[in-house]
C-alpha cells in the first residue's frame, strides 16, 4: 500500500498534513459555553442584596420578612468570526488518491487553528487587563516581582483569596498564569522553602496546589497559558509572544453555570441558531477551479463577576 512519503502533488506535503500544532490553550477550562438563542440580547447579573442579614423572625399572625434578590441586566454582542483557505484545482487532481483526503484535512485543521488562537487571544486580553477588575488588581515592581528571592507570593496570595472570598463570596479554585511568569513561579525560593523535601529544585503545578491549600488558598487547578502567536504583520519578521503575558489571575470559576443566569468569573455566549461550522464549497466564478474551505464561529466572551477574580499584573521582570 502507497505511503504518505511515497505519495506526490503540486503542494509540499509538509504543508497539507495535519498541522494542528497550537500547545498550552487553556479556554476550555477557564469559560463554561452558554448557548444563546439570538446575538443580541440580556444576561444577569446578580448583586449581593440577598447576603443581607435580615429580620427573619416569624410573628403569629403568619408575617415574614421579604428578602429582595436584586439583579442587573448587560448586553450581550455575538459576532461571527471566520476563516477560509483556497485549495486549488490542480493541486486536488494532481495529488495520489492517498494524500487528497490529507488536502482538505490539512486545510480545514489550519482553520481551526486560526479561530482557537484568536479566541484564545480574545480571552486573555479580556482577563489580563488590570482595568476590568477595580479594586481587585495590584502591579508588582521591584523586589515584589515574584521572580526575585526578595518577594513573598504567599502573603499577596492571601490577599488576592481574601478580597474574592470576601467581595465575590467565593473561593479562590483556579489560578491562571501566564507561561513567563510560571516558569520565574516555578524557581522562587521562598516557596521551594516551603517544601519539606529540600532536595526539589523546580516546582510543578501538583506541588504549588499543596503550597496553595496548606496556606489556606483553595486552589483546585492551576493553569498555565502557554499558546503562542506571531505579533508581527504579513511579511515581517516573526515576533513570537506568549498570548497569556506576564500576569496571573486567582478566580473564581464555576464551570457549571451554563445558562444566561448564575454567577461565575466568566461566560462565553455562543449562538444556538448557527453552531461551530467547517465545510469546502465552489466559487461562485466559473473560471476558479477548486474548492473553498471555511471555518465559522459565533461567541463572545463576558466578565460576569470582577469580584470572582483578582489579578497581579507584571508579576515577574
Known amino acids: 500500500m502507497p505511503t504518505i512519503a511515497g505519495t506526490s502533488t503540486r503542494t509540499a506535503t509538509g504543508q497539507i498534513i495535519i498541522r494542528n500544532n497550537l500547545h ?29 442579614l435580615e429580620n427573619d423572625e416569624y410573628t403569629t399572625r403568619g408575617g415574614s420578612t421579604e428578602i429582595n434578590r436584586n439583579y442587573s441586566t448587560a448586553n450581550l454582542d ?15 487532481d494532481d495529488a495520489d488518491a492517498e494524500i487528497r483526503p490529507e488536502i482538505k484535512q490539512g486545510a480545514i485543521l489550519g482553520i481551526k487553528d486560526g479561530l482557537k488562537l484568536k479566541s484564545e487571544k480574545r480571552l486573555a486580553d479580556l482577563l489580563f487587563t488590570g482595568s476590568n477588575f477595580p479594586g481587585h488588581t495590584a502591579a508588582l515592581a521591584g523586589p515584589d516581582r515574584w521572580n526575585l528571592s ?20 467565593a473561593p ?5 498564569f501566564g507561561y513567563d511568569v510560571w516558569n520565574n513561579i516555578a524557581y522562587n525560593p521562598a516557596l521551594l522553602a516551603l517544601l519539606s523535601d529540600n532536595s526539589i529544585k523546580v516546582l510543578t503545578p501538583e506541588l504549588l496546589q ?7 488558598v483553595p486552589v483546585q487547578q492551576v493553569l498555565i497559558g502557554a499558546a503562542v502567536y506571531n505579533a508581527a504583520k504579513e511579511g515581517a519578521a516573526e515576533d513570537n ?5 506576564k500576569s ?55 466578565l460576569i463577576d470582577f469580584n470572582r477574580g483578582y489579578l497581579f499584573t507584571t508579576a515577574v521582570d
Not at 487553556?26 to 443581607?52: C, L, M
Open 24 to 52: 498550552g490553550l487553556i479556554q476550555e477550562a477557564v469559560s463554561p459555553k452558554v448557548p444563546v438563542g439570538k446575538k443580541t440580547q440580556k444576561y444577569y447579573k446578580y448583586d449581593n442584596s440577598h447576603f443581607r
Open 78 to 92: 455575538i459576532k461571527g468570526y471566520a476563516f477560509k483557505e483556497w485549495i486549488d484545482g490542480d493541486v486536488l
Open 150 to 169: 526578595t518577594s513573598d507570593p504567599i502573603a499577596q496570595w492571601k490577599v488576592a483569596n481574601r478580597a474574592v472570598l470576601l467581595d465575590g463570596k
Open 172 to 176: 479562590v479554585n483556579t489560578v491562571i
Open 210 to 216: 499543596k503550597i496553595f491549600i496548606t496556606n489556606q
Open 241 to 245: 509572544q506568549f498570548i497569556w503575558g
Open 248 to 302: 496571573a489571575l486567582f478566580c473564581n470559576i464555576d464551570m457549571s453555570q451554563r445558562t444566561v443566569r448564575g454567577s461565575t468569573l466568566i461566560k462565553t455566549f455562543v449562538l444556538k441558531k448557527k453552531p461551530v461550522e467547517y465545510k469546502f464549497y465552489k466559487d461562485a466564478d466559473e473560471d476558479k477551479e477548486g474548492l473553498w474551505g471555511r471555518g465559522r464561529l459565533y461567541y463572545e466572551h463576558n
